[in-house]
């Protein structure tokens, strides 16, 4: 039995955490370096950083603050946002990421994702999937924070990106995400079952019960959340306590 992992998200904007709900309506959660540092002491298996806001406003992923918050973790941290080619990747993972996160320029360039893995490793290369339902059926890929609709299929996107060199798919779903209504059950299984590389579930947590539905019937190898942690609705150590009553192995 695999352990399970549980990820907060910092989502970057303007040097300060936020969340919105479906991917608008922003309110500020805290101070990057301070809210990793805590997630860390709370038990957090990683950490994700994501600059939400630098490739729609055209810029790179901010270095130094990444550099910041690398120095107070022990724990893996990713970083994504604005990540266009292998020197951002080289920039950004010698400021003290573990992994970077693919998604845009993933998408306009999917051989970025093998010159990545072939560089670094396919165990730093994480590429992120936002998707929001179709009316006809199946799952859209959207781009530069949720504002470009690409036509790519989410599920067959996902399989390229494994067959490419991607180590991890962290998989965000738009419909559901900041509702607190739960996680997309069907696009996740549906994701998780076609491919053999691990996929964090991302979107949606409102309750105890979210997280272990979304690892049982989504057959997710990771959750991520980041309002309920930010505003300390559900606790990390006590999300643990919960997972491990019900069968779900978690670290200590």
Not at 3 to 10: A, D, F, G
Not at 14 to 26: H, L
Not at 83 to 110: E, H, Q
Not at 185 to 197: G, R, Y
Request: hydrophobic residues 40%; glycine residues 10%.
């Amino acid at each position: 039995m695999h352990v399970r992992r549980i990820i907060p998200c910092l989502d970057i904007k303007d040097g300060r955490v936020v969340k919105g709900v479906n991917f608008v309506d922003f309110r500020d959660a805290g101070d990057p370096v301070e809210c990793a540092k805590a997630y860390q002491d709370a038990g957090a298996d990683e950490i994700v950083f994501l600059d939400i806001s630098a490739t729609s406003e055209g810029r790179d992923t901010v270095a130094c603050l990444v550099s910041k918050v690398a120095e107070q973790l022990s724990v893996p941290f990713s970083v994504g946002g604005g990540i266009r080619t292998v020197n951002d990747m080289s920039a950004i993972l010698d400021a003290g990421a573990d992994k970077v996160s693919l998604n845009s320029a993933a998408v306009k360039n999917p051989s970025l994702i093998s010159e990545g893995a072939e560089a670094f490793g396919s165990q730093r290369i994480i590429v992120a999937i936002d998707a929001k339902q179709k009316a006809e059926g199946g799952w859209e890929v959207y781009t530069a924070g949720g504002n470009n609709a690409t036509g790519l299929d989410a599920v067959e996107w996902a399989m390229k990106a494994e067959r490419l060199g991607a180590g991890e798919i962290l998989l965000t779903s738009m419909d559901k995400d900041g509702t607190k209504s739960g996680y997309d059950l069907e696009l996740t299984a549906e994701i998780s079952s076609k491919v053999k590389i691990p996929v964090i579930a991302s979107g949606g947590a409102g309750t105890y019960e979210h997280f272990y539905d979304v690892l049982t019937k989504g057959k997710a190898s990771a959750v991520l959340a980041a309002s309920l942690f930010h505003f300390n609705e559900i606790s990390i150590p006590k999300l643990k306590e919960y997972l491990q009553k019900r069968g779900i192995l978690v670290s200590k």
